[in-house]
């Protein structure tokens, strides 16, 4: 069960930060629109991946505002959206 903060209890600080973090998302589907297009990721499964591959790298986004190198592996049912292995 998820319980909700009343935002009388969040401080500045957390409000900035969440603010940040969606800007940041915003501002990712954006400037990648084009290839999420040509992927198709404008869909439940794609937009999902992209924020789980998102989640996984938040570091980076948040130091960032971007996440680099990012690749799209695709099978049958399964749309995954992960770092590329650096060789």
């Given at each position: 069960?998820?319980?909700?903060?009343?935002?009388?209890k969040?401080?500045?600080?957390?409000?900035?930060?969440?603010?940040?973090?969606?800007?940041?998302?915003q501002?990712?589907l954006?400037?990648?629109s084009?290839?999420?297009?040509?992927?198709?990721?404008?869909?439940?499964?794609?937009?999902?991946?992209?924020?789980?591959?998102?989640?996984?790298?938040?570091?980076?986004?948040r130091?960032?505002?971007?996440?680099?190198?990012?690749i799209?592996?695709?099978?049958?049912?399964?749309i995954?959206?992960?770092k590329?292995?650096?060789?």
């Open positions: 069960m998820v319980t909700k903060m009343p935002i009388e969040l401080n500045g600080e957390f409000i900035r930060g969440y603010t940040k973090a969606l800007i940041d998302v501002n990712f954006e400037s990648h084009e290839a999420m297009k040509y992927n198709k990721l404008y869909s439940h499964k794609g937009i999902s991946a992209v924020l789980s591959a998102l989640i996984q790298n938040h570091e980076e986004l130091e960032t505002g971007e996440v680099d190198d990012l799209v592996k695709k099978d049958k049912k399964n995954i959206v992960c590329a292995k650096s060789e």
